[in-house]
């Protein structure tokens, strides 16, 4: 087994290809190590010292490690960790979980706005945040501001913000006017 590793925009986040599929579909998210009981996988990589974030794509993982770590010490045990899991045969989630498909629910009188949303956010930007390590998923809508989760290689990203406000608002602004500004939330 190969994995391949990628820089992201955010120094603190490498990506992982292992050159198999990681998720069948969707995306999970485990931003602390409590959060990993739902997967072995990540429970292995939480137990390399100096990782505080992980974060499964269909055909990658993102790793965030503390700022105080240097990749040139983590990185081995990391590919280890990775190689070891898929060699052993383990499912990458636990039992029945499934990982999440992304986008909050949204009922109310803008839902035709909210699926347009969603529909540029699947089709023009989680596409090219993926590329990255990352994902950026709607939370909700309210008054023409939209509430964006950004997780993976996006979330504490230096460049993340002007991502969102340059990249993601301009491109929802021109297609949906009912579009005023993008804001990011923390979950």
């Known amino acids: ?14 990506k992982f290809l292992p050159g198999q599929t990681v998720l069948e579909m969707g995306t ?3 931003p602390t ?3 990993a009981d739902k997967s072995p996988l990540a429970t292995r990589i939480f137990a390399v010292e ?3 974030g992980v974060f499964f794509g ?5 790793v965030t490690k503390a700022d105080a770590v240097d990749w040139d010490h983590i990185k081995p045990a990391l590919l280890g960790a990775i190689m070891e899991h898929f060699q052993s045969g383990q ?8 990982p999440a498909s992304g986008h909050a629910e949204h009922d109310g009188e803008d839902g035709v ?19 990255d390590g990352g994902d950026i998923t709607f939370h909700g809508f309210d008054r023409g501001v939209v509430y964006l989760h950004m997780q993976g290689a996006c979330a504490g990203c230096p ?14 602004r021109h297609y949906i006017p009912e579009v005023t500004e993008v804001r990011p939330v923390a979950v």
């Open 159 to 172: 460049s993340s913000t002007l991502t969102l406000k340059m990249g993601i608002e301009n491109l929802l």
């Open 33 to 35: 190590a409590d959060a």
């Open 58 to 62: 269909t055909d990658f993982v993102t």
């Open 28 to 30: 999970a998210d485990f």
């Open 1 to 14: 087994m190969f994995i391949q590793t990628e820089s992201t925009p955010n120094p603190a986040t490498l």
């Open 50 to 52: 100096g990782v505080t």
């Open 91 to 98: 499912s990458v989630m636990a039992g029945d979980h499934q």
């Open 113 to 131: 706005v909210v699926g347009q949303i969603k529909e540029l956010l699947d089709s023009r930007v989680r596409p090219a945040v993926a590329q």
